[in-house]
Nanobody
């Protein structure tokens, strides 16, 4: 069974930094896209940043220049370094991964979510 296990997050003052990590475990062939999403109370879940296994990245405009996404393909782990945090970054952060697995028909690609981790930025 494939699982995404997140770590990191917590409480920090505005202007501070936090880092998140998310590791994929279980039986699978390959992890394709990995990304971070966030959801604040009353808001929809939104993309923060994503990275494909070649290293190409994509960021939400609101975090460009402040957040950095990276991955370690050997460890099937994605990281999010968050600097210059603002109160509006407060949310539950979720890891998402597109994972290729063996199926009875050959192979298939499935989406998985982490359990979520709270990031709170005080003003």
């Amino acid at each position: 069974q494939v699982q995404l296990v997140e770590s990191g997050g917590g409480l920090v003052e505005a202007g501070g930094s936090l880092s998140l990590s998310c590791a994929a475990s279980g039986s699978f062939l390959r992890v394709n896209v990995m990304g971070w999403y966030r959801q604040a109370p009353g808001n929809q879940r939104e993309l923060v940043a994503a990275i494909i296994n070649s290293g190409s990245t994509n960021y939400a405009d609101s975090v460009k220049g402040r957040f950095t996404i990276s991955r370690d393909n050997a460890k099937n782990t994605v990281y999010l370094q968050m600097n210059s945090l603002k109160p509006e970054d407060t949310a539950v952060y979720y890891c998402k991964a597109e994972i290729q697995e063996r199926t009875l028909a050959g192979t298939g690609t499935f989406l998985y979510w982490g359990q979520g981790t709270q990031v709170t930025v005080s003003s």
